[in-house]
């Protein structure tokens, strides 16, 4: 896999996505811009996430093109253009919107963070289950710099994953954080040489892929509630529950008793 090579028109602004057998990858392509996301992009990318929730897809690599930027967050001529009531109405809602769907995706979802990834670029990555980046990549939220504040997401999910001590001090002194200090914090997954990051996300897919599907996806959901405060108790037994009636259950447990490796179809 190559996940970020630039296209051979790296002026246009697309979004698209391709398939590799169970894995869906998304595409971000606007590398002379250094992926910045408009309003237009961001519709764009919430029409291909939509189509891969109702995909057989079972992970979801969330990419962009060019080697400079995984995403510099906000096309700032379009941004800097809005009113108070657009800001408001239009740009922020716009964007949860989006981030909310990726997040709340059933598959387990991973953003590749290949260069900078900053403002909403971050707050991209953050809404990904997963973040691999190359030993080049920084991260940051450097919105109080432009006299405004994280707007996708940023506050909440940063926190979530680094805790608010360092969550502040990344938003208060807009630094970058590299690469090695982002995987000791937990902001990365792994790291990695840029030239052997596709076989570092691959190792990742595949172990993914091991899994039963139906189970790996309530995981991600019972994760995410157990964030936002539900009760595991409760969600658990449900979750076990719906698993106890799959076929992945059964053959699952019988390859375990056979000493042999299962196969799970998702059924």
Known sequence: MNFSEPSSDAGRITVTHSRDGRVATVLIDRPRKLNALTLELLNDLYSELRTIDHSDAQVVLITTAGEKAFCVGADIAQFSCFRPAQMWRRW????????????????????????????????????CDLRIGANTARLGLPETGLGTVPGWGG?????????????????????????????????????????????????????????????????????????????????????????????????????????????FTGS
Do not use: C
Not at 226 to 234: R, V
């Open 92 to 127: 922020i809602r716009e964007g949860h919107r989006v981030f909310s769907y990726l997040a709340q995706l059933r598959q387990p979802t991973i953003a590749v963070v290949d260069g900078i990834a900053v403002g909403g670029g971050l707050e991209l990555a953050l809404a």
């Open 155 to 263: 506050t909440e999910r940063l926190t979530q994953v680094v805790g608010a001590a360092r969550a502040k001090e990344m938003i208060f002194t807009r630094r970058q954080v590299p690469s090695a200090t982002a995987l000791d914090w937990g902001l990365l997954n792994a790291v990695s040489e840029r030239s052997a990051l596709a076989d570092t996300v691959t190792e990742f897919i595949d172990r993914i892929l091991e899994g039963a599907p139906a189970a790996v996806q309530v995981s991600k959901q019972l994760v995410d509630a157990a964030a936002a405060g539900a009760p595991s108790a409760i969600l658990e037994a449900l979750g076990s529950g719906f698993a106890a009636g799959t076929d992945d259950f059964a053959a699952g447990v019988t390859a375990f008793r056979n000493k042999t490796t299962p196969t």
